[in-house]
């Protein structure tokens, strides 16, 4: 309390009553007024709102796209205005499918695949956590293409979205492994160093990645055996016999990274 009254004490001069703002603080005010206060903003459909179109709820999905490789059934109906209070999407087998629950599921699944930094989680195991009358394996398929990538027969969080690497680089180092797990089963570690190693003499950007930070993502979706690197859970062939469709497309899309890849693929194979 002493040591409180011994405090050098300022007065503050508050402005803002009984007319005492000046010219200039009024015209700053001014610059960043709303110009129009009668405006507002309607809220689409959702489980806190009648409203049409479930566009509010898509507004919040902080992921990317689906692949152009993926059935996109979101583009179409985002483009299309609707007065129904359910805005439904077609699956290749006819049924139709709430198009604002599925970007809630991608969310859920998302953060699901989040945790472990990222490691590959089998289906059974997604499917185990959603219950079959409520989520179909065609919703939930539907909303891990959002979010996760195929790898033999398990699906793993899409790196763009892996919160624990920051750079770009970082994320296609996951990517390059995800390839390299996918086409080969197994990773070298040493010859992914080697790689970097010479990727980086000719772009500075490459120079973050070393042997000790490649060791650590490596570790997040995969174990050390035999000499290699390979996927932490089993390879779940059952997978792409029950969903060839599917399979298919991530066949795809892992040919157009490769392609993306090429670089690094090829110092790889060196």
């Not at 806190?48 to 898509?58: A, H, L, N, Q, S």
């Not at 892996?162 to 570690?189: T, Y």
Request: hydrophobic share 40%; aromatic share 8%; glycine share 4%.
């Amino acid at each position: 309390r002493a040591s409180e009254e011994s405090e050098e004490w300022i007065e503050l001069d508050v402005h803002g009553s009984e007319g005492k703002w000046s010219s200039v603080r009024k015209d700053m005010l001014r610059k960043v007024a709303c110009a129009n206060r009668d405006q507002t903003i309607h809220l689409a459909n959702s489980k806190f709102t009648d409203k049409d179109g479930g566009y509010y709820v898509r507004s919040l999905n902080y992921m990317e796209s689906i692949s152009s490789v993926f059935v996109d059934t979101t583009t179409e109906a985002a483009a299309t205005t609707t007065t129904t209070t359910t805005t439904a999407s077609t699956t290749a087998a006819g049924e139709g499918i709430d198009e604002t629950a599925v970007a809630e599921l991608a969310s859920q699944l998302a953060v699901t695949l989040q945790e472990g930094l990222g490691k590959m989680i089998p289906f059974s195991v997604l499917r185990s956590n959603f219950h079959p009358e409520k989520v179909s394996d065609e919703m939930l398929i539907m909303a891990l293409s959002s979010c996760a990538v195929l790898v033999r027969g398990n699906f793993a969080l899409k790196s763009s979205l892996a919160q624990f690497l920051k750079k770009d680089v970082m994320k296609e180092m996951r990517d390059l492994m995800l390839l390299l797990l996918n086409m080969h089963g197994s990773i070298q570690r040493e010859r992914l160093v080697r790689a970097y190693e010479t990727k980086a003499s000719t772009n500075d950007d490459y120079a973050m990645i070393n042997a000790d930070f490649i060791t650590f993502v490596l570790e997040t979706i995969a174990k050390q055996t035999n000499g290699c690197w390979v996927a932490k859970v089993d390879d779940d062939v059952a997978f792409a016999a029950r969903f060839p469709e599917l399979a298919t497309r991530h066949g795809v899309y892992w040919v157009k990274k490769k392609d993306m890849l090429k670089e690094l693929v090829e110092l790889y194979e060196l």
